[in-house]
C-alpha cells in the first residue's frame, strides 16, 4: 500500500469539489489533491445545450443510477435518482438552470441553527461564483469563474407564459436571481456559446496545469483513516489497487448529499446502533449522519399543444417563483416545458407543453443508511416523498396555480386542451394523480446539515462535528432546500468553505 501526503485532500470533483480545488490552490504552497470516482470526460451528450438531453445520460458510464426505496407517498414507486459520476460530478449532467433560491430559504438555516448562514452572509459568495452580465452588481458577480447565460430569444412558448403569469398577478422580474426573487422571470443557465458549462469547465479546467494541484480521476474513497477522532486521510481504490493519502491540514468532503454521509458511515462515523448493526466499528457516534434526507417534489400538467417546438430546442425559459398559501414564504417554481411529460421523468414526448410545478420547502423527511459495509454497494436511500400531508396540499396548491396559468389568454389561446390530470378531475382524483405523478426534482440535499444541536453533523465552520481534520462542503450540508434548483447554491457553500478554510473566519 502506497500512501503520499498533501496538504488538503478534498473527496469528489462535483460542483462543489471544483470550486474547493480551485480555490485552495491558488496558494502555490499548498499541495491539494482532488478524487474523484468517476473518469476525466463523459459522453459527448453531456456537452448538448438542451436541458433534456441529460435524460439520454441516465445509466451511462457517468451516472452513478442510484435509486430511492419503495416511497409509500408516492404509491410504492422506486424513483431513479442520477448523480454525476465524473469530472463536474452532478453539474456535468444536470438541467444547467442558475438559480438562487428565495432569501427566505438562507434565513430559514439559520432559524434551524446554522449560526451566521443566512442570506446576507451568503450574498458575496453567490457574487464570487459568477459573472453575470448586465445586471445590477450590487447582488450579482461581475468576474467570477461561472459565467451565467440568459436566453436571448424565448421560445413562443415561453413569451406566452410569461405574459400568462403576468396576467394572474405573478410580478415581472428583470432578473430572477436579481434583489427580488419571487414572481416571474427568464431563467438563467450555465451555458455559454451554445455549451454546457459544468463546474469543473469554469473552476478546474483553466488551472489544471498547477505544480501543486492534483487530481486523481476513477479513484473511489472507500473510506477515511481515523486515529481515533481525527481523520488523517482517505484510503481510495484506483487501477485495482487500494492507495492512502494523508492530509496534514485537512481533509473535506464534497462527495455530494449521497456520498459524503456513505463515507463517514463507512468509516464509523454515523448514528452507532446502525453502524454497529452492520458491523462497522464507531469512530464517532454522530446520530444526524445520513437524517434530514429530502429533496424537491414535482408533478406537472400537460396540454395539447398546435404548435410543435423544434427538435432539441431548449426547453423551459419563463420560471415563476409563488407561494402555496399568504402565510407561507415562496415555495413554489413553475416551469414551462415544450413537450409532453411522462410520469417520473420516464420520457418526454413531442405532441404536447407542460407546466411543471414543484414543491420547493417540503416538510417530509427521510434517511439514508448503509446496506452493507461493502463501499461498493449503494446506501438505502429514502427521502420520504409526501410523507407529510402538508407536502400533498401544497403541491395540490401548484396544481391549482399551474392550471390558473394554463387558463389565462396568452396560453389559453394556443387552443390547447388539458391532457392530464384532465380539467372535468376531482379534488381527490387530482390527489391521486398528484401521488401517481410526484417524483425527484433532482435535488437531494441534507444528510450531514449544518447545526449545533445533537442531531447537526457539521458545525457552522463546517468541521465535523466530535471529530478533528475533517470537513465537509457539498449540498448535504443544507440543513433544508432552497427554493431553487441546488447549484447554484452548492457552488455559493463550496467558496465560502474555501474562504473559511484559508484562514478567515465568516
Ligand atoms: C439530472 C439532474 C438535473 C439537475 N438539474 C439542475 C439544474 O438545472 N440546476 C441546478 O441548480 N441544479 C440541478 N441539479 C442539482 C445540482 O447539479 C446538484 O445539487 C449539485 O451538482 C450538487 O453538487 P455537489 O458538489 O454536492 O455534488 P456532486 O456534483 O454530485 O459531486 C459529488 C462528486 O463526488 C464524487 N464522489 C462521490 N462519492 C465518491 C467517492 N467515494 N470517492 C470519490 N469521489 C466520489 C461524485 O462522482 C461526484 O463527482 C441537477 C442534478 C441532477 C442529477
Known sequence: MTATTHDYIIVGAGTAGCVLAARLSEDPGTRVLLLEAGGASGPEAASLPDPLASFGLWGSSVDWAFSTTPQAGTDGAVHAWPRGKVLGGSSAINGMVHHRGHPASYDAWEAQGATGWNHRALLPFFRRSETAEGRDPEVRGTDGPMRVGIPAE???LARAAFQAAVEAGHTPLKDGNGPESEGVSWRETNVVAGRRQNAFDAYLRPVLDRPNLRVATGACARRLVMDGTHCRGVEYAVDGGTHTALAERETVLAAGAIGSPHLLMLSGIGPADH???????????????????????????????ADQPAPGGPGAEAQVLARSSAGAAPDLLLLFVAAELQPRWTGAGPGGHSILFSLMDPASRGTLRLRSADPAASPLLDPGYLTDDRDLERLAAGLRLARELGRTEPLAS????????????????????LRATASTYFHPVGTCRIGTDEHAVVDPSLRVRSTTGLRIADASVMPSVVSAPTNATVLAIAERAAHILTGTTS
Open 414 to 433: 394556443r387552443g390547447t386542451a388539458e391532457l392530464r390530470p384532465g380539467a372535468a378531475v376531482s379534488d381527490a382524483d387530482c390527489r391521486a394523480y
Open 154 to 156: 424565448p421560445s413562443a
Open 275 to 305: 453502524l454497529r448493526e452492520l458491523g462497522v466499528e464507531v469512530a464517532a457516534a454522530l446520530p444526524g449522519v445520513g437524517g434530514n434526507l429530502h429533496d424537491h417534489v414535482t408533478s406537472y400538467v400537460v396540454y395539447e399543444t
